[in-house]
């Protein structure tokens, strides 16, 4: 596991906590992971466009957030963003999109276990999860 992977699991359990017990995300927890990786990326890599595909993501989850009224939260376009600092593109497209497929899976098991369609959970756990997964796949 590199050092960048450790910082995205610390960054993933410490706000998948938060947002099981609180269903918020933990800001000053990660606005100090937004400091370290802004550091990491510009020293290691300085290009801005390498974010671009983390960043336009991140800004559709928190437009969906805005637009939903809290139906996938602000946060998890926070976190997503910062995730973004510290993986190379392809790595941070396969996390996230195991993490929809997740949350997709969740989704279904409640509709059909619970019969609301209001139900709600926390998206971060799925997040991680994914993450994890991708982790352990492949390098």
């Known amino acids: 596991m590199t ?3 450790a910082e995205v ?5 410490g706000n998948t906590i938060t947002d099981l017990l609180c269903r918020k995300i933990a800001l000053k927890f990660t606005a100090a992971f937004t400091a370290i990786g802004a550091v990491l990326f510009w020293r290691e890599n300085g290009n801005l466009y390498n974010l671009l595909p983390g960043l336009v993501i ?3 989850v928190i437009g969906m957030g805005v637009v939903s009224r809290g139906g ?3 946060g998890d376009g926070l976190v997503m963003a910062v995730m973004a600092l510290f ?3 392809t ?3 396969f996390c996230i999109s195991a993490a929809f497929l997740l949350s997709f899976a969740v989704s279904i098991i409640l509709f059909i276990g619970k ?3 209001r139900a709600s959970f ?3 756990p799925c997040l991680m999860a994914g993450t994890v997964i991708i982790f352990l796949c492949g390098s």
């Not at 699991?9 to 359990?13: C, K, M, S, V």
């Open 58 to 60: 991140s800004v559709l």
């Open 9 to 13: 699991l610390l960054l993933l359990i």
């Open 91 to 93: 790595r941070y497209l």
């Open 115 to 117: 019969k609301d369609r």
């Open 87 to 89: 993986l190379d593109d």
């Open 122 to 124: 926390p998206f971060v």
């Open 72 to 74: 996938i939260g602000c």
């Open 3 to 5: 050092c960048e992977e």
